[in-house]
């Protein structure tokens, strides 16, 4: 028996159809990738899987019993608590079991009653069935493979970033242990490291998985099968990301011979109606018209959206961009070896290094958005800085991208903004919807559509493919490539980097990690 089974699933938000009469399982031994483009209806579709919102039609069956484990970025924390007192909660049931009997063995010392230590007894026989003793040791590997230990077991979340946080989430819910695992975009804040640790716990996993990526060689090494969910449908493929692409492009090479087929046969029916409708041969011209209202009409294969960006340029004339001259940064303590560069008009620089190991910190540090511990950073006085922040925050959650943006440009035309944002890849329908009701890609777009409504010579650009889809990077590359004013860049994906920038610095080389661990 399946462990999910859903049937005639619909789904849509507004007059935006998002998927319609779909159908497919999750068996104990899947592990599910969900692909599709940003606004194809990815993240709506967990959520209806994890109940916290309605289909609009069909069934949702879980098999009775089965804990699913959503990895949920936006959960409440509680004000105040350290990373590891979190990751403690995930097994809060065994904690109170260990303190009752340990109250338990304190009341049997006082009042020396039997029945007290047969109860602490049998608490102690359910704690080491489920394996407390070692969840210590758990904790420690998890918390070693996520790259947690860089952040500090004593840290307090809410002081933490988006991306610490989302990491910290994930490491919870690994540690619960579901049947099924429930992970939406994962590897956005894990480095190389990290992600090839997350591929081998889910390789290893024995329960079923579902998640949902645009990180494409990461669903190579952890899926088995592939739900695609594009132009209203839901199809499942049996096999690896790659089998998958296979069976999708072999589909939609033999919906194109059946659509041009049956163009031909309509084209000659249309062909014969129109010259024969008025004469001797009626009948049959009738009956052809009555044959082609019946027909099953085959559609076109559909093509995906192709997001474009442009970025405007303000040209000052000015040579020398930005001087950064030995800035140590960090929070406290430095976090690198005191930074050195400079660069001239029309420079393209990208910062690489692993998650976590001080890229944003130097960046906020040179903007001035943190204070740095030494040194200085000089832009041009003619520097126009337009800057993209990696974190996925808003003044009001509750906006629409269109509220969003009228607020900031209240002169602009309600027609402009949306022309805007369907350039930018936001259709009709979203850009009515409120901004926390959004995924993480659409956010992303939103944000970008705001930079493209400010004139700079200076774009910053703190890790902007998370999130994104395969051909909204693609557009976004090409945007950045043709920008004539500087750009700092700041990415983990070496793909989107590599081949057209000046210059890279390596900030990894620069940490003081290790050497201070």
Known sequence: MALLEVTDLSQSFADRKLYDDANFTLERADHMGIVGQNGAGKSTLI????????????????????????????????????LYAFLKTAFQRLYDLDAQMQQLYADYAEKMDDQLLERAGRIQETLEANNFY??????????????????????VISEMSGGQRSKIILAKLLLENPDVIILDEPTNYLDTAHISWLEDYLNGFEGAVMVISHDYDFLQQVTNCICDVAFGKIIKYRGDFKAAMRQKEARKEAQLKAFEKQQVVIEKAEKFIRKNKAGSKSTMAKSREKML??????????????AKFAFPYLDTGSQNALSVTKLSVGYGKPLLEPVTFTMTNGEKLAFKGFNGVGKSTLIKSILGVIPALSGKSDFSPSAKINYFNQDL?????????LQTIQNEYPTMLPKTIRTKLAKCGINAANAMKPMHLLSGGEQTKVKLALLELVPSNFLIMDEPTNHLDDETKEGLKRALQAFQGNLILVSHESSFVNGWVDKELNVEKLSLKERQG
């Not at 009409?297 to 959206?305: G, H, I, L, Q, W």
Request: charged letters at 25%.
């Open 47 to 82: 959520k209806i899987l994890t109940g916290q919102i309605l289909p609009l039609s069909g069934q949702i069956k879980w098999q009775r019993n089965v804990r699913t484990g959503y990895l949920d970025q936006y959960a409440d924390i509680p004000a105040g608590m350290t």
């Open 293 to 306: 209202s019946h027909l099953d009409r085959v559609d076109p294969p559909s093509e995906n959206e192709h």
């Open 393 to 401: 925050e808003w003044d009001n959650p509750q906006l629409t991208p």
């Open 134 to 155: 070692d969840v210590e040791t758990e904790m420690e590997r998890v918390i070693t493979g996520l790259g947690l230990d860089e952040i500090g077991r004593d840290h």
